[in-house]
């Protein structure tokens, strides 16, 4: 199955920006959804967006439509989240995960990464 691994968080001011990274081990197939989610702390985990590998297609948290953009680059097999405006409530341990496009749940998850938003 697919190893996950993620990177790019960190430090960042409120208002800043983050670009953080996803890098699935071997190839990604067609069929594959990714997405990316949030565990702020003391709180749940939730979605923040997703994009389909093989359409591009995505999709996004209401929460963070139009402050944040996931994308993929084929060439270098990786995932992005790019974080723009960034504010308190936005940070946490961001989550990189996989799942068919043909089914509703995520199988496969990374260990994430960390953004920490300061005043």
């Known amino acids: 199955q697919v190893q996950l691994v993620e990177s790019g968080g960190g430090l960042v001011q409120t208002g800043g920006s983050l670009r953080l990274s996803c890098v699935p081990s071997g190839r990604t197939f067609n069929l594959y959804t990714m997405g990316w989610f949030r565990q702020a702390p003391g709180k749940s985990r939730e979605f923040v967006a997703s994009?389909?590998?093989?359409?591009?297609?995505?999709y996004y948290a209401d929460s963070v439509k139009g402050r944040s953009t996931i994308s993929r680059d084929n060439a270098k097999n990786t995932v992005y989240l790019q974080l723009n405006s960034l504010k308190r409530e936005a940070a946490g341990v961001y989550l990189c995960?996989?799942?068919?496009?043909?089914?509703?749940?995520?199988?496969?998850w990374g260990q994430g990464t960390q953004v920490t938003v300061s005043s």
């Open positions: 994009i389909n590998w093989s359409s591009g297609n995505t």
């Open positions: 995960a996989a799942r068919r496009s043909a089914s509703s749940v995520y199988e496969e």
